[in-house]
């Protein structure tokens, strides 16, 4: 992170939701024609009203926002329909593509825990008309105010039941796990709180696709405090801060994490069932896995297996060391490694959609890696060297970045 370069940091001692987001970036001086452009570029002029409302929760002030729906919504809606409603609407290139980014989570989220694919995932949940102000108006105000970077406090999620569309749910909300799973999101502790939902599933997508880590707030300066405050009433104020400032350099963007290592070393397998054992380990969620040429007692030639997971992990890697391996032990130990940030956002190239690894090293410089799978199908159709069709694409993608 670069001193000086816009910082936003999200502070949720008591959950996220998206009308909470809002109401802080309205607090901060967020015009409301920010947000209602792009709605009604969606076609929703007339169709809702933005309530805000100054109050005070737990003896602290902030603003409290509600959507009212003006207009019948469809009972059902797919976010197969949505999604080609964002796609068709005249928004900003940016923000489109933000919109569509947090949509995608939480559809992707909703389908995994309902088991069905995620352009059947229906309108009550991901498309409800509040749900469409609150991502839109976020990613506009953040957008607003030039954020480049964003730093979320882990929030804490909820327990006891909290009633939907499909009856009682169990908290935290299924899609808050789903989310939290597939985007390594901390939860911080609920022990203390009163049962109830805190953190919802529009919340917590906004924030897996916004922020770059989850973690104490870095060195900064800031500028603007706007305070959204939460609906229900607690032991405790129920509030979200949002902190606009600048950083002080004096942290980088590469985050601390804690990982995983498994490790074999095995002298009595083929090298096919090496490369089985080494693929079933992949499959199973393994973060890396590679081999390299070792020498044991008396001189025996063996390879030894190398696995990189999460902690959490490492009971399901070892079935798999266990089922396809034929080494007696696996040594564990828990490392630690500094990495950069990455986000994975999709595309639109002269040859096709493809995912784009990206990531801002210490000194501002971007790096950014088209995933190898996505350049494969394409070399194969387009019948073109894997090399030349990366550095065709590695070179149109530093022309799009040029102003």
């Not at 909290?162 to 939860?187: D, K, S």
């Amino acid at each position: 992170m670069q001193a000086g370069s816009p910082l936003a940091v999200i502070d949720c001692p008591t959950g996220l939701a998206g009308n909470m987001l809002l109401a802080a970036l309205f607090d901060c001086g967020l015009p409301q024609s920010v947000v209602q452009e792009p709605l009604a570029a969606l076609g929703l002029e007339g169709a809702y009203r933005i309530q805000l409302e100054e109050r005070r929760s737990g003896g602290l002030r902030g603003l409290h926002l509600a959507v009212d729906c003006l207009e019948r919504q469809p009972n059902h809606r797919h976010w197969g329909e949505l999604r080609e409603q964002i796609r068709s609407a005249p928004l900003a290139p940016r923000l489109k593509e933000r919109v569509l980014q947090v949509f995608g989570l939480l559809a992707e989220a909703e389908a995994a825990v309902h088991g069905h694919p995620p352009e059947q995932v229906h309108f009550h949940e991901v498309g409800a008309i509040d749900a469409l102000v609150d991502v839109v108006g976020v990613c506009a105000g953040l957008q607003h105010f030039g954020v480049e970077q964003l730093v979320c406090a882990p929030p804490p999620a909820g327990h006891g039941q909290v009633g939907t569309a499909h009856g009682l749910l169990p908290l935290p909300a299924p899609a808050v796990l789903e989310l939290a799973r597939c985007h390594r999101v901390p939860l911080a502790s609920s022990e203390g709180f009163p049962p109830g939902e805190l953190t919802t599933p529009t919340g917590l997508a906004l924030m897996a696709a916004w922020a770059d880590r989850f973690a104490p707030a870095p060195a900064l300066s800031p500028r603007l405090v706007g305070v959204g405050l939460g609906t229900r009433e607690l032991d405790r104020p129920n509030l979200l801060r949002l902190i606009l400032a600048e950083s002080s350099g004096a942290s980088g963007p590469e985050r601390l994490e804690v990982v995983l290592q498994q490790q074999a070393q095995i002298d009595d397998a083929t090298a096919e069932d090496l490369a089985v054992l080494q693929d079933q380990l992949r499959q199973a969620g393994a973060l890396e896995v590679f081999s390299q040429p070792v020498v044991m007692k008396k001189g025996r030639l063996a390879t030894q297996i190398t696995v990189l997971a999460w902690p959490d992990q490492a009971a399901p890697l070892r079935e798999i060391w266990w089922r396809h391996g034929s080494s007696l032990g696996v040594r564990e130990q828990i490392l630690q490694r500094w990495a950069l940030p990455r986000q994975l956002h999709a595309h639109q190239t002269p040859w096709g959609p493809v995912q784009i690894k990206s990531s801002t090293r210490p000194d501002g410089s971007l790096l950014r890696k088209p995933e190898l799978e996505d350049l494969r199908a394409i070399a194969d159709r387009l019948q073109m060297p894997l090399p030349e069709l990366r550095r065709r694409m590695l070179s149109w993608l530093e022309q799009e970045e040029q102003p």
